[in-house]
Every structure is written in structure tokens, then in C-alpha cells.
Nanobody, 114 residues
Framework: VQLQASGGGLVQAGASLRLSCKAS????TGWFPQAPGKEREFVAS????????YIADSVEGRFTISRDNAKNTVYLQMNNLNPEDAGVYYC????????????WGQGTQVTVSS
């Protein structure tokens, strides 16, 4: 499984960004932002088969996750960003039937100015 995240950047508070993750293989793909000095946290995931999604309560209503299987790409749409959303966003994958995200890509930086 190979993963490559992109789409980060510098935006103002209230703006939107869409992150992309090229993710080959089956299973689920998730997004995990990591703010400076903090641990990575889970914000969203989507299954390749069936497309069921899960969004963390902390970003519910602002973030959505989707995928285009034909392009092997998973998207994280982030709306109404605030400075607390800033960090390096990593995408990761877990194999079908497992609970551990064992495949990680390089992150993409998201910076939100107030």
C-alpha cells in the first residue's frame, strides 16, 4: 500500500481546503492531523468497499471524507477552518479486517491564520 497526501497550504480562518491522498490497495483510509507538540489524532476514515465513513465529533459538520476508487484517491474536505485545525495531516491505511493503521504516507502541512 502506497500513500501520498497533498493539498495543504496556508489559509485564513473560515476558509476551506481539500486534501487528497493517493491510496492504493483495499481496506480503509483515514486522516490524522498532528499539531506541533501534540499527538496525531483521528478525524475521518472511509472504507474502500461500500464507502462507509466515520467522522470524529471534533470536526463533525465541518469535515467530510470521500473517495474516488477509479483514481485511488481519498479526499478530506475541510470547511470553516480555525487555527486549532492547523498541523501536518497524514493519511493512513489499514487492511481489511484489521483495526490498526499500518501504512502511512508523508503528511501535508495545513496552516490557518487567525
Amino acid at each position: 500500500v502506497q500513500l501520498q497526501a497533498s493539498g495543504g497550504g496556508l489559509v485564513q480562518a473560515g476558509a476551506s481546503l481539500r486534501l487528497s491522498c493517493k491510496a492504493s490497495g483495499s481496506g480503509s483510509t483515514g486522516w490524522f492531523p498532528q499539531a506541533p507538540g501534540k499527538e496525531r489524532e483521528f478525524v475521518a476514515s472511509i472504507r474502500r468497499s461500500g464507502g462507509s465513513t466515520y467522522i470524529a465529533d471534533s470536526v463533525e459538520g465541518r469535515f467530510t471524507i470521500s473517495r474516488d476508487n477509479a483514481k485511488n484517491t481519498v479526499y478530506l474536505q475541510m470547511n470553516n477552518l480555525n487555527p486549532e485545525d492547523a498541523g501536518v495531516y497524514y493519511c493512513a491505511a489499514r487492511n481489511p479486517g484489521t483495526t490498526v493503521y499500518s501504512h502511512w504516507g508523508q503528511g501535508t502541512q495545513v496552516t490557518v491564520s487567525s
